[in-house]
């Protein structure tokens, strides 16, 4: 307990009283892992997260469930199995109205496997599956008493598919400590920062800087930094260097596993001209704004929370810059690059000025205003049949 406080006190700046917290170590957590479920892989995982929530709620049953990972197959377990009040905080929809598409338009995809997409049978048996596990999804989604979003684009496909309509919380980000950076010193060096998985797609970021060396611009470095969580992270990370190899890029791209957050900030945040973020469809885009705080000016993906919540006009002015392409990838780089030092300061402090949006004092006043009837209703004067029952809300009334 003593190391997870310390960890959370030196990344994110948070100190936390440790007589007033209580870790409860899970041993069945290995039934919620994708590599149970090769196959139903979506339904898997929600009935073990369901069977994981009891062991959790034997061991310590609380007056308010929070439910912060995003398992909605919790909520009925906690609500009518133990008696809690139960919030989320959502983060990622399970299942969308994107994932939803990918499917019925045969795309190929990390979560939509060939041998299913050039199947008109397959695909179809998945859409029957995805459809029902969706109607689920919503049915004990709603027996959540308060539910939260992280983002509009969360929300949009929360509000769909569990028809409520929530309230969208920006996550806390602490960028004082960013902030601090000087925005001068900047030198032809672009980054990207997350975790070496699938979705996160550093091959087009590989293939945008092979756009940028044939336009002429070898001069332009390219560091690719992200964790590493085991066996599959590491083969990604052969995977992304062999692209590199593949493209003649040696020269021009590296890659940086578990780089220590001091490196981070003290050298690749402090000198990087450009950030570089390729996730479709990121539910909201926490590294975004830390560039944007840093004064790394953000090259986002132009979709999601990146499209609807960070990267967008600032008092009429720009805070960073949408592409989807690798070329346009390499055009949004070059037009960084080719800025001069005054045009890059005043898109630099537009933008670090923009993520007070994301302060951490925004968020916990907005939390706390969504969770306060929680705490409230747990009260001895109050009983569960004065609430309003989620779960026995009829589709499509809010």
């Known amino acids: ?34 590599r149970c479920y090769p196959f139903f892989t979506l339904m898997g995982q929600s009935i073990g997260s369901a069977l994981l929530s009891v062991e959790a709620l034997v061991k310590l049953t609380p007056s308010v469930f929070i439910d912060t990972m995003g398992c909605a197959f919790t909520y009925p377990v906690a609500r009518y199995g133990f008696g809690c009040y139960v919030g989320c905080y959502v983060h990622y929809p399970t299942i969308s109205t994107d994932m939803l598409g990918l499917v019925a338009r045969r795309e190929e995809t990390y979560n939509n496997r060939g041998f299913i997409s050039r199947s008109a049978v397959l695909t179809q048996c998945k859409l029957v599956y995805y459809r029902r596990f969706a109607w689920l999804y919503g049915f004990v989604g709603r027996c959540s008493h308060a539910i939260m979003c992280n983002s509009s684009w969360t929300k949009d496909h929360i509000k769909h598919i569990w028809q409520i309509n929530p309230a969208v919380v920006y996550p806390p980000c602490n960028t004082d400590n960013l902030q601090t950076i000087a925005l001068a010193g900047r030198e032809q060096l672009v980054i990207s920062l997350g975790q070496f998985r699938p979705e996160k797609n550093h091959a087009l970021q590989v293939d945008a800087m092979k756009q940028l060396k044939d336009k002429g611009f070898s001069s332009v470095k390219l560091a690719i930094i992200g964790s590493c969580r085991g066996a599959g992270d590491e083969a990604r990370v052969q995977a992304v260097q062999d692209r590199v190899k ?30 570089m973020h390729t996730m479709w469809n990121e539910h909201f885009g926490i590294n975004v704004v830390e560039f944007m705080a840093a004064g790394v000016l953000p090259i986002a993906h132009n979709s999601a929370g990146p499209k609807e919540d960070i990267v967008v006009d600032w008092e009429g002015k720009p805070t960073g810059f949408l592409a989807t392409t690798a070329e346009e990838y390499a055009e949004q780089i070059v037009k960084v690059m080719k800025m001069s030092d005054a045009e890059l300061e005043a898109v630099q402090r537009n933008s670090r000025s923009s993520v007070t949006r994301f302060s951490d004092l925004t968020f916990q006043d907005a939390f706390l205003s969504s969770v306060r009837n929680l705490i409230s209703w747990s009260a001895p004067r109050y009983r569960e049949e004065d609430q309003p029952d989620e779960c026995e809300k009829e589709a499509g009334v809010e």
């Open 246 to 275: 593949q493209h003649g890029l040696e020269s021009t791209v590296s890659l940086h596993v578990n780089v220590p957050w001091g490196d981070l900030k003290g050298k690749w945040l402090k000198t990087a001209r450009a950030g």
């Open 1 to 34: 307990q003593k190391d997870i406080l310390a960890k959370a006190l030196e990344r994110f700046g948070i100190e936390v009283d440790g007589e007033r917290v209580t870790i409860v170590r899970l041993h069945w957590r290995g039934i919620v892992e994708a």
